[in-house]
């Protein structure tokens, strides 16, 4: 389900932060404009004032907008541009994901302090089962207002948290409930909070589903809930009809699953204007591959596949990948590999986008590394972890690709820069 508009927050006491809450151990935490707020704890000056996170350039996309920035109709996903003209005297900062990642890090362990049933979703949201965890910390709403109460003494963030007998419910309920806020959902009650919502509330909803179901005279989840499933079928398909069915009626069996493991990390860029120069596009590479490395050794993760992803100016998108018998977390290793699919690709036109990706993820821990033959033992990855020391010390912004890749203009550097 999206961030759905259309879910306000609510004044019905029967699903207020006093609401019964037994019967509900699910709680879903959702951090109030994560990278926003962030931004604004890092420069305290920023308080009060409308800030907007995301792609500066003329192509670039809204990540995140303070709750001041919204108030003139700038939201998430929407293009820098169009966020500008509505709210003009806004603090626009490009991402800083290192910083995000941090924030999520210590967000993460308070969670984990309380239950070890800790599901993330992305940086700056999570399921928790608290179930075992009533008879150290009370029920369900009185863990929930733990948790808020800690995010905001050792992080100075705020969050919002939805409590109720099932992750969708609980998603639903920190919706509604935000910015900074609680909601817990009876599960006597749930059908009598789903069924006045809109249908595009329902996960696996979008624009086209939402327009569909219009058309078929079903407005509210309760519309929807009521009508034949053989007419749902014909409109939306047997696996879509079946899902949203559910959903309507409550049932929601999955449980909150802590070993959620990456499948893929990368990173793409989209130019400013559309670029033909190879010299131009090898540097983007470069710094892509940078990044991705640096993500994968972060996460203590190596991985066998690197993929390129190409969009031209058309909007057409082409993909190319390659795996090796040796899985990398190396920047250098994942920049020629990357490189020799962009010369092979050979597209020939204006590019709009590049993408570096690395799948086939484990944990480098368990695996372990080969020497190529006739490569020096100490090299590129070595390097690279001191990089990586550096930057955790004074910002990836003064460790270039180029210093770690090649020279000033990113151009092959056979031999390692020693450690």
Known sequence: ?????????????????????????????????FFASVEVRHRPELRGRAVVVGGVGPRGVVSSASYEARRYGVRSAMPTARARALCPHAVYLPPDFARYSAASRAVMQIFRDVTPLVEPLSLDEAFLDVAGARRLFGPPAAIARRIRERVAAEQGLTCSVGVAPSKFVAKLGSTRAKPDGLL????????????????????????????????LGLATIGDLAEAPVGMLRKALGEASATHLHELAWGRDP?????????????????????????????????ALSDKVGARLRRAGQVGRTVSLKVRLADFRTVSRSRTSGVPTDVAREIFDTVWALYTALDPGERIRLVGVRVEGLAAAQDTPRQLTLGAPERGWREAEAAADAAAARFGRSVIGPASLLGGRDGRRNENPPRP
């Open 1 to 33: 389900m999206g961030r759905s508009q259309s879910l306000p927050r609510g004044g019905d006491p029967r699903f207020g932060p006093d609401a019964d809450d037994s019967g509900c151990p699910i709680l879903h935490v959702d951090m109030d404009a």
């Open 184 to 215: 817990v959902v009876p599960a006597t009650q749930v059908l009598d909070f789903l069924h006045p919502l809109p249908v595009s509330a329902l996960w696996g909803v979008g624009e086209r589903s939402t327009e569909t179901l219009r058309r």
């Open 254 to 286: 999955r449980r909150v699953s802590p070993e959620h493991v990456e499948k893929s990390i990368g990173a793409e860029v989209t130019f400013d204007a559309d670029v033909a120069d190879p010299l131009e596009i090898r540097r983007a590479l470069l």
